[in-house]
């Protein structure tokens, strides 16, 4: 069975500095704390869009973005106001699996379409692996993406073969909006700002 973890929320957030949030019938003041990073095994997480906040000398961190960077998937249920956290296997590990190599690697960098002079596009990997034994647990690549700074702004999982053998797959990252306008030659810029990185878990 999968694990489930259930915590009900209710929260609204002005985008105020410092910002007035209401919890139910009680308002408390925060400051937006963008200053901090959030590392998780070594790797920035990328909290541009959902700022942590400092409420009563306690920080407060984006869950979505901390659950989704500890490998959770993290759905929201509007009937009963609740967030449920789920791990796409029960045995689904956080560290390198040791019974499966990668052989190779070979990137996409995709343009998906155009949005108001607005580009969307995302990474695509082919990747070719050896499993050394029959395993019990499907291995799982994932695929980051990163920005200059090194900053993981995407990514994506994809579940791999259990036989002992030679195997090939694709894992692709979530899409997100290029900073570029219309002169630009996006799709060679868009390979000089963003890095990929992949890994067998």
Not at 150 to 171: D, E, F, P, R
Request: proline letters at 4%.
């Amino acid at each position: 069975m999968k694990k489930r973890l259930v915590v009900s929320l209710v929260l609204i957030i002005c985008l105020l500095v410092p910002m007035t949030v209401w919890a139910a019938s009680t308002q408390v003041t925060a400051n937006l704390a963008s200053h901090l990073t959030l590392l998780v095994q070594g790797r920035a997480i990328d909290t541009s869009a959902d700022t942590p906040l400092i409420y009563n000398e306690k920080t407060y961190v984006p869950l979505r973005v901390l659950s989704e960077a500890l490998g959770y998937e993290v759905k929201w249920n509007g009937e009963n106001s609740t967030i449920e956290f789920e791990l796409p296997k029960e045995s689904y590990p956080l560290i390198r699996n040791e019974e499966v190599d990668l052989i190779s690697v070979a990137p996409n960098y995709e343009l998906l379409s155009q949005w108001d002079q607005e580009y969307l596009a995302g990474i695509e990997v082919d990747v070719a692996y050896t499993v050394k034994k029959d395993l019990t647990r499907e291995p799982v690549v994932v695929l980051e993406m990163l920005s200059k700074d090194h900053v993981v702004i995407a990514s994506g999982t994809q579940l791999l073969n259990t036989k002992k053998g030679t195997h090939k797959s694709k894992v692709s990252t979530s899409k997100i909006r290029l900073p570029y306008g219309p002169e630009a030659d996006v799709k060679k810029t868009f390979a000089q700002d963003y890095y990929y990185r992949v890994s067998i878990k």
